[in-house]
């Protein structure tokens, strides 16, 4: 037999995809600044030469990237709260899985953005008497972001890709709202075809336009 393919049910739900991607769009937009910033810190912790710093940013940084995004968002909702001895709720589980998972990658992409400045630079500005933080703001920072741009982008569209992962903790993204929908309609061909269609029309601008920005780079 040949499948009927039939969308009319599914536009009648569009108000709860509508609300899913609200919720997809949101967790990426917050988990990729908490990211960035706990990626930072992280890079900056790892190149401080304190041993009491560096070794447990590394620590986090390799158990981060060395374990999958899935069963640390489990975890931080499962484990976490037994460890600590309090109650998470989903969307804060979800958004601390998602930050850290992120938060090592970003950090590997500041470590390499920083180490490909020249050496000269760094020792020009100690010698015009910069203290490390005028140092990185004015003169390093300003060129290592340029050149890491290209693969920041790319790590959000990773991140916005993840974000499908936090339906297994009930929060209403995308994915969840589908299950409803599918759940309700008996389509599920059609609801998960809509789910992809929209990720598309989403992450295919956002794909154009790192590769834009790697050509312009190297161009």
Same mark, same amino acid.
């Given at each position: 037999?040949?499948?009927?393919?039939?969308?009319?049910?599914?536009?009648?739900?569009?108000?709860?995809f509508r609300i899913?991607?609200?919720?997809? =769009? %949101?967790?990426? @937009?917050?988990? #990729?600044?908490?990211?960035?910033? &706990?990626?930072? $810190?992280?890079?900056? !912790?790892?190149? /401080?030469?304190?041993?009491?710093?560096?070794?447990?940013?590394?620590?986090?940084?390799?158990?981060?990237?060395?374990?999958?995004?899935?069963?640390?968002?489990?975890?931080?909702?499962?484990?976490?709260?037994?460890? =600590? %001895?309090?109650? @998470?709720?989903? #969307?804060?589980?979800?958004?601390? &899985?998602?930050? $850290?998972?992120?938060? !090592?990658?970003? /950090?590997?992409?500041?470590?390499?953005?920083?180490?490909?400045?020249?050496?000269?630079?760094?020792?020009?500005?100690?010698?015009?008497?910069?203290?490390?933080?005028?140092?990185?703001?004015?003169?390093?920072?300003?060129?290592?972001?340029?050149?890491?741009? #290209?693969?920041?982008?790319?790590?959000?569209?990773?991140?916005?890709?993840?974000?499908?992962?936090?339906?297994?903790?009930?929060?209403?993204?995308?994915?969840?709202?589908?299950?409803?929908?599918a759940s309700a309609?008996?389509?599920?061909?059609?609801?998960?075809?809509?789910?992809?269609?929209?990720?598309?029309?989403?992450?295919?601008?956002?794909?154009?336009?790192?590769?834009?920005?790697?050509r312009r780079r190297?161009?």
């Open positions: 037999m040949t499948y009927q393919w039939d969308f009319g049910p599914i536009l009648q739900y569009w108000s709860l899913g991607l609200e919720y997809t =769009l %949101g967790f990426t @937009l917050a988990s #990729a600044i908490v990211g960035m910033v &706990a990626g930072l $810190l992280l890079t900056l !912790a790892r190149r /401080s030469g304190w041993k009491i710093l560096s070794i447990p940013a590394g620590a986090v940084v390799e158990i981060f990237r060395c374990t999958p995004a899935l069963v640390q968002l489990v975890w931080c909702y499962y484990a976490l709260p037994v460890v =600590l %001895g309090l109650s @998470l709720p989903p #969307a804060t589980a979800a958004l601390l &899985a998602l930050s $850290l998972y992120g938060a !090592a990658f970003y /950090s590997e992409i500041f470590r390499a953005g920083l180490d490909s400045i020249d050496r000269g630079q760094w020792d020009a500005a100690a010698a015009l008497g910069m203290t490390p933080f005028t140092m990185m703001r004015r003169i390093i920072l300003p060129q290592a972001l340029r050149r890491m741009t #290209a693969p920041l982008v790319s790590q959000v569209v990773l991140q916005l890709k993840n974000t499908s992962l936090i339906s297994v903790v009930t929060v209403p993204d995308l994915v969840y709202q589908g299950q409803m929908v309609t008996y389509k599920p061909l059609e609801v998960y075809t809509t789910i992809a269609i929209i990720y598309f029309l989403i992450l295919f601008p956002m794909t154009q336009g790192a590769r834009l920005l790697e190297h161009g």
